[in-house]
Each structure stands twice: as C-alpha cells, then as structure tokens.
C-alpha cells in the first residue's frame, strides 16, 4: 500500500525532475506557446513542496487535493488549472483511505485524466497533455489487471506515457495555443505532453526506490 509519504515524495521527484527539464520544456513552448510552460510548472511544483513541507496531510487523497489547490494558485497559463485539476481530481478519487492500492492508484490516475479532458475539452490527437496521460493511465491499468507489481505497472506507465510525448511531434495542433499555428504546429513535441511524462517518470522513480 502506498501511503502519505509516497505521494510526497512524488511531487518532491516530480519538482526536481521539472527543475531539471525546465529549459527544455520552455525550447519546446517557445517553438509553438508562450514560451513559459518550463518556469510556470518549476514555480508551481517548487511552491507545492513547501506547501507538504508546512503542512503534509495525513492521507493521500488530502495530499494530492492540497498539491492540486497549490498549483491553481502558483502555475500560470492554462497548466495550471489543468495539472491543478489533475492532482485535486485524483485526490478526490482517493478520498479518506490512509493507504493506496496499485488498483487505486489506476483508478485516481483515471479520475486525473478525466478532470483534464473535461476541462480543456481535449482528446487524444489534440496535441496536448492528455496524448502523454491517456496511454499512461491505459498502461498501468492494463498491468495492475495482469498483476503485476506497482514498480512494474508504472515501468509501464512512463515508457508509454515517454511514447505518447513523442507522438506529438508530427500532430497538427488541435487545443490550446498551439492550435493557432495550425500546421506550423507539426514537427514539435507539445510542451504539456513533455512535462506529463516527466511526471509519470517522477512517480516510477519513487516507486523504483519504494
């Protein structure tokens, strides 16, 4: 079961791993958004921390809504209510439990997605964050049905999530910013897929070391 400190010590993984990435992610904005996507989320994962440093819930779920609400606050543009709505939406999905099953973690991961899709209206093939999600979540669902270990499930998870990224490349743009470039949207990778997959792999690293 996964409790309280697994979950911050992915936002603390997840925070170190958009520090490490934020040039890139912000190369990848500037090539097709406002060129801020990199210094947005780095704020908003680092303002996250000290949020669980002043005050860490004693359950996940009550975790992740707290990390969810920090990120509506901290990160502009439209990631942050997006990832914001991610993290409060799988927090909710977890609701009071002190301790997480593979076969939860999935489901909240689920909610997560959904929250994103019904925000910013977008599928897969739109050439945003959920081209990264989506198969992500597809992947760790399928293995915790094939029962596989958690390490495993989301080995899984980041390779598909990594795959999803890079399918964006040659994708025209259909949300967002991006989608104002139209076909000088194709031929880059979507910043917000880039930054998903970070995540993910985040979240398999901790598991790794679990």
């Known amino acids: 079961m996964l409790d309280a400190g697994f979950f911050a010590a992915w ?9 490490a990435g934020k040039d890139r992610l ?10 801020d ?8 994962l680092t303002a996250a921390v000290q949020a669980l440093a ?3 819930p004693a359950t ?3 975790l992740l809504v707290l990390v969810g609400g920090t990120l509506i606050r901290r990160v502009g543009g439209a990631s942050g209510p997006l990832y914001g709505t991610a993290f409060r939406e799988a927090g909710r999905a977890l609701g009071e439990e002190p301790g997480v099953s593979p076969g939860a973690l999935a489901g909240a991961l689920e909610a997560a997605v959904d929250g994103v899709r019904g925000l910013g209206s ?8 959920v081209d990264a999600l989506a198969p992500a ?6 293995a915790v049905r094939e029962g596989r270990d958690v ?19 040659p994708m025209q743009a259909r949300k967002g910013r991006a989608s104002y470039l139209g076909p000088r949207s194709i031929g880059h990778e979507d910043p917000g897929a880039a930054s998903a997959a970070l995540l993910v792999e985040a979240l398999r690293t901790v598991a790794a070391r679990w």
């Open 151 to 169: 390490r495993e499930a989301l080995d899984a998870a980041a390779a598909a999530a990594r795959g999803g990224a890079e399918a964006t490349v």
């Open 26 to 35: 912000t190369r990848l904005d500037t090539a097709i958004g406002d060129g």
């Open 11 to 19: 936002v603390e993984e997840a925070a170190r791993s958009v520090l």
């Open 37 to 44: 996507h990199g210094t947005n989320l780095d704020r908003g």
């Open 122 to 129: 977008a599928a897969e093939g739109d050439k945003t964050m």
């Open 54 to 56: 002043d005050h860490r």
């Open 60 to 62: 996940p779920g009550a």
């Open 137 to 142: 979540v597809r992947a760790l669902a399928q």
